[in-house]
């Protein structure tokens, strides 16, 4: 087996027996206290993959964390969400042992079946966000969240009967929804950050539509721009969507259109070479979209100038 590769966890018992924390109290469900983790780092796997969604408050973490190809050094009040089979990497210095507090909420696609929830948490699009996109939380957004987290873990260490799951699913959606609330808050307070991307973004979308890559490689896809730009493309989409009420696929379109115009008012080209030009494998497809976009045909629009 190569010693690189992922360690792979099934079950939330053997989440638990890699971490030494005691047996969990339901098979499909655990609410961890990080300062009950004495597994220390140096010995835990490099990379770890669990098949269970994992919703984490994470604060004064001395280890850095790596998911996917992207570093994060924790904060004070930083949440983080993972969807099941994705890397998580922790990187540490030898014998060094996990410092952080706060809680890890696991939580097995099982435990949601013949639930509202099973489907509604794949809408939650910030389980796919990368490390670096962590929701960072004032502290009464914390006191907030902390507050729902220890309702779970009442519950949770409470006998299991009839009512256990609902009781559960209940503050777990809660939970999910005070997030989505929190981020949306994030990508408009967080101006300085939000805005330097939106200005790297522009850069980049100017840098390849003004040479021959358009017509080479065709018009950049949503997922392009945003490795581009080290994010992924969710969040990209999301926080165009709050700053400028367009997703990326809109912002990338009017940024086409925008060109179209130019190249249309000022020199004499045909309208499929125009098309070609800029990325469209038909000029069908070039023509609808700017009429979707002007009210106008590039003919009409062209005319509109003579």
């Not at 966890?9 to 499909?28: F, N, Q, S, V």
């Not at 949440?79 to 990187?91: E, T």
């Not at 581009?228 to 696929?249: D, E, H, M, P, W």
């Not at 940024?255 to 499929?272: C, G, Q, R, Y």
Request: hydrophobic residues 40%; aromatic residues 12%; charged residues 20%.
């Amino acid at each position: 087996m190569d010693p690189s590769a992922p360690h792979l966890i099934k079950t939330i018992a053997e989440y638990h027996r890699l971490m030494e924390l005691p047996k969990p109290e339901h098979p499909l469900i655990s609410v961890v206290k990080f300062e009950d983790i004495k597994r220390r780092t140096a010995n835990c796997p490099a990379s770890i993959i669990h098949h269970f969604y994992s919703i984490a408050l994470k604060k004064n973490f001395t280890a850095k964390m790596k998911y996917g190809q992207h570093d994060f050094d924790f904060d004070e009040g930083v949440m983080h969400f993972m969807f099941p089979k994705q890397v998580l990497s922790i990187q540490a210095e030898p014998d060094e042992e996990f410092k952080h507090s706060g809680w890890l909420l696991l939580i097995h696609p099982d435990f949601l079946w013949n639930t509202g929830l099973v489907k509604k948490i794949k809408q939650y699009e910030y389980f796919s966000y990368q490390v670096n996109e962590a929701l960072h939380l004032s502290d009464k957004e914390e006191n907030l969240v902390t507050g729902i987290i220890e309702k779970i873990a009442q519950e949770y260490h409470t006998p299991i009967d009839t009512f256990s799951q609902d009781i559960i699913i209940a503050q777990i959606e809660l939970l999910l929804t005070y997030s989505q609330r929190f981020y949306q808050r994030q990508f408009i307070t967080r101006k300085i950050a939000n805005h330097s991307i939106l200005n790297q973004l522009d850069t980049f979308l100017n840098t390849y539509m003004t040479e021959d890559t358009l017509a080479n490689n065709g018009i950049p896809s949503v997922q392009l721009v945003a490795e581009q730009l080290n994010i992924s493309a969710n969040y990209l989409s999301r926080l165009l969507q709050v700053l400028t009420g367009q997703s990326t696929k809109q912002f990338i379109h009017d940024k086409l259109i925008d060109l179209a115009k130019e190249k249309l008012s000022t020199t004499d080209l045909p309208v499929n070479e125009i098309a070609y030009s800029l990325g469209f494998e038909h000029p069908q497809s070039f023509s609808k979209l700017f009429k979707a976009k002007t009210n106008q045909s590039p003919l009409s629009f062209r005319q509109s100038f003579n």
